[in-house]
């Protein structure tokens, strides 16, 4: 192939397989991360056929990293962390420590050296945001008390990931073969100064400078500067973190992200960033598969395995004792074990680094791939099982049941967000009886905080709706975002033996469309309502005061 073509071929190639096996992935009902990992076992050196250019592929990934990162630091905020830290941060230090140990010692059994055992054990001890944030949205988890841990839980993992990427490198390239420890302890504290710089700086300067330069190009009205300019400062900091102060582009990414995240615009800054945030992420799982060699699992079958268990069993077990120990219930342990019993992005960073830094064998990266190629496939069936087992067990959780009998001819409010909320609050001015339906803990506890009568569960599911006694309902209104979900809803409700009429919030008029043809008795446009809205207060104006008492006259 003609070198010229090298990049287009390796975007082109990449993109297509990745699209197609991440496809087959989740018609399988696996991760599509494992379709993008395999797309880069085809097209790595390891495999017949076309072989995409090595050099090209880190550099790609390396992209992949910096806006993988930059949306990492977009989302975090200090108020979710601070607000679960009280378990996040020993449960990730404790998991981390648990699962570097038994990467040590694997690794030990297995002839390495200590820090080659020590970075592989590390490599296995974060989990993959992007797994856990897929996992936690489609089990509907996310805003869930358990959610929200998780979540807090992986973001110490990450910080502490970002700790070892720019300290990783100090402490190689002196421990190596040197025998005093005085190199060591001066090469680290030229890293913890530079980074100390770095950090410094940005929140200084960054934290000033950043979020009002965002507002000024929204300022502009121009949609394609603002994006141009989210892009520009998540790759300008990273680059310049990394040519500046020689810290990683992940931790200059990460800075980008989470300054940008205090503007009022740091919003639509995620949104806008996140079409090449999605392509260039996929770009870096097909480079990492391009590096795996299938061959380890036929030559060490039981290595592999070995490592399997430390993340998908050791893991498991260090997060869900910590979580016991501090006082959660066994339900929110066993969640919390299963979303991070995976491990993604930042193992192969870290493995990266370690090869880069001649620590590291290719065995021991093949065996950190294998055990993230096969966590990442396990994980959509522990949240099965863990599904199955709550819907086993006899006795309802105490915050899913109602708490007395719904009145009669209630209302049913299903979702009791922006519009439930609301609509809840009108209703109850006029003295009309109702039953809120919420798949949110929180949103339940607000609204029994709030003196209504709730139900929390996922409406579709027969056993919640029937709770809120549908048959004694005189009519339900959904306000559910997902026009097929609230579609389902529907359709449960209008097959039962007295079936009601039905009221439905949507925001297209595809939606509109779906929601009648499953028997609704009307569907309205979010949108719709306010232009409605908006012209009764136009013509509450003045000038077209007069209009609207005489209409029409020509
Ligand atoms: P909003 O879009 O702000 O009006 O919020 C919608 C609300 O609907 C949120 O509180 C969700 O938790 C809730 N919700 C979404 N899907 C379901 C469902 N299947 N069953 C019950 N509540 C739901």
Known sequence: MPHHTSLIAMLCVGFVL??????????????????????GVLVGPHTPGFVGDQTLAPQLAEIGVILLMFGVGLHFSMRDLISVRKIAVPGALVQMGAATAMGWFLGTRLGWSDAEGLLFGLSLSVASTVVLLRALESARLLDSERGRIAVGWLVVEDLAMV???????????????????GGVGAALMATLLKVGGFIALMLIVGRRVLPWMLERVAGTGSRELFTLFVLACAMGVAFGAAELFGVSFALGAFFAGMLLSESPFGHKAAEDSL???DAFAVLFFVSV???????ILVEQPLEVLETLAIIVIGKSVAAWAVVRMLGKSNEIALTIAASLAQIGEFSFILIGLGISLDVMSEG?????????????????LLFALLARRQQRRTTPPADSTIDAPPPMEHVLLVGYGR?????????????????VVDTDADRIASARA???????????????LAEAQPEHAALAVLTLPDPLEAGKVVQRLKSGTSPIPVLARAHSD???????????????????AIAHSLSEMVMAAPPYRRMRAAPQRT
């Not at 991440?22 to 395999?38: D, E, K, M, N, Q």
């Not at 791939?369 to 990442?376: F, K, M, Q, R």
């Open 18 to 39: 990745a699209f197609v096996f991440g496809l087959l992935a989740t018609r399988l009902r696996l991760s599509p991360i494992v379709g993008y990992l395999l797309a």
């Open 163 to 181: 700790l070892a990427l720019v300290l990783v490198p100090a402490l190689a390239s002196n421990g190596g073969g040197s025998e005093d420890g």
């Open 275 to 277: 079409p090449l945030r």
């Open 289 to 295: 598969g391009m590096l795996f060699d299938p061959g």
């Open 364 to 380: 021991a990266r093949d065996l950190v791939l294998a055990g993230a190629i096969l966590s990442i496939m396990l994980n959509p």
């Open 419 to 435: 519009v439930g909320i609301k609509l809840a609050e009108l209703l109850a001015r006029d003295g009309v009886p109702f039953v």
């Open 450 to 464: 709030a003196g209504h009568q709730a139900v929390r569960g996922n409406a579709a599911d027969d056993d919640v």
């Open 510 to 528: 595809a939606a509109v469309k779906h929601l009648l043809e499953r028997g609704a008795d009307a569907a309205i446009v979010a949108e719709h």
